[in-house]
């Protein structure tokens, strides 16, 4: 099938009151998702899902036809969600991506980005919900971008129509890592006491081979793909790197294989309980439940893993991110294993409440632990 390198014009393309379903992260079809948004006003209402957004297609200004939902407020997200047009689904990443092979939601169109290969077709950078959404869509349209990697794993099923093809206009979104500060490295410091061996960029040196993990040996698996171009070449057509639907990368099943599992993840706040929340602040939806709960329960199956969450003690306005209670509840205290900030880590697991709490309050900012320390008098909580 040619492509088309014209605009596409979405009307009667998009119906009334479709759910339009596109690739998230640097997997979103930025040729396809300008060209959608630019016409929306123009088209009937019609709701969206996105995932995280790292480009600028989605903002505030967007048509007030279009209804927006998440799984979570990530990257330029935010925008739509501090309007107050994103509704989020509270849903674990691993089970809102079931949901779509389950029929749960049901697309109508779907937007996908594509690398071509010999005539093979790959998602590419992300091995996510689309494929499972196209399953059923009635229409699937398709931007065949030169620029992406072509991946194994995340090879583009056969029994999936593609009805439209269009040529790409830019290459894919790229999200450049950001320079760490004093306190982003105490934190990484405190945190490497707890890993086997730290990975910073080392497959290329030959230190990381994949070779012990217990399952899938010699090749590096992940879900998605988010990086600069330079990531981007390393993986095209890369057998050694595997981009595997979320069935597979986050299965606790899965996770529980492979030896020393360590799992990495960040928080808005912890409770002296140790409950984190990564999802809400002041009531408003700032974050997302995203993969948490899967590796964290993922690592703690493991022989030898570590779930370990990391946050700075103190968020941007000076408050303690080490609170009494948190208001929402991303990962049930249950299942805590380590937390860490710059002050130090905090080793819960197997810790009664009280002992949580002397332990959470010693790795809290040093002008914040008085405050935290009155929360002990009285009854034990």
């Known amino acids: 099938m040619p492509e088309d390198s014209s605009p596409i014009d979405f009307a009667g393309l998009v119906r009334n009151d ?4 596109c690739g998230q992260a640097t997997a979103e079809p ?5 060209a959608l948004m630019a016409q929306a006003a123009q088209l009937p209402p019609f709701r969206m899902i996105i995932g995280p957004v790292f480009s600028e297609t989605f903002s505030a ?9 998440s799984y979570g407020v990530i990257g330029n997200s935010r925008r739509l969600a501090k309007a107050g047009r994103l509704d989020v689904i509270p849903s674990n ?3 809102f991506c079931a949901d779509f092979a389950a029929r749960r939601y049901k697309a109508d169109v779907v937007l996908v980005q594509l690398a071509e290969l010999e005539g093979r077709l790959s998602a590419s950078l992300s091995n996510d919900y689309v494929i499972d959404a196209a399953r059923g869509a009635r229409l699937v349209i398709a931007e065949i971008n030169p ?3 072509f991946t194994f794993g995340a090879e583009w099923p056969e029994d999936v129509p593609i009805h439209v093809r269009v040529a790409a206009r830019r290459p894919p979104v790229e999200l450049a890592s950001t320079p760490l ?6 934190i990484a410091a405190h945190a490497a006491g707890l890993i086997n061996d730290a990975v910073v960029d080392l497959i290329e040196r030959g230190a990381v081979t994949n070779a012990e993990k217990g399952i899938d040996a010699g090749i590096t698996v992940t879900n998605q793909v988010i990086g600069t171009r330079r990531l981007y070449r390393f993986a095209h057509e890369n057998k050694a790197v595997a981009v595997r639907p979320t069935s597979y990368t986050h299965s606790q099943n899965v996770l529980a294989r492979i030896n020393r599992l360590v799992a990495i993840n960040s928080a808005l706040q912890v409770g002296l309980d140790g409950s984190v929340n990564s999802e809400t602040l002041n009531g408003v939806a700032i974050g997302a439940i995203g993969g948490q709960l899967d590796f964290v329960r993922g690592a703690n199956a493991s022989c030898g893993g570590r779930a370990i969450i990391a946050l700075p003690a103190t968020a941007s ?3 303690s991110r080490i609170v009494a209670d948190v208001e929402t509840v991303t990962t049930p205290r249950a299942d805590v294993d380590a937390i860490v900030t710059e002050w130090g880590v905090a080793e819960l697991r197997g810790c ?10 010693a790795i809290a900012a040093p002008e914040h632990r008085d405050a935290l320390s009155a929360r002990l008098r009285g009854p034990a909580r």
Not at 181 to 186: L, M
């Open 317 to 319: 306005d000076g408050t």
């Open 61 to 69: 200004s967007c048509a007030g036809n279009v209804s927006f939902q």
């Open 18 to 21: 479709d759910l339009v379903v």
């Open 352 to 361: 009664g409440l009280a002992e949580r709490a002397r332990r959470m309050i």
């Open 30 to 34: 930025v040729t396809l998702t300008e």
């Open 93 to 95: 990443y691993s089970a």
């Open 147 to 149: 620029d992406t990697p």
């Open 181 to 186: 500060d004093d306190v982003s490295r105490r």
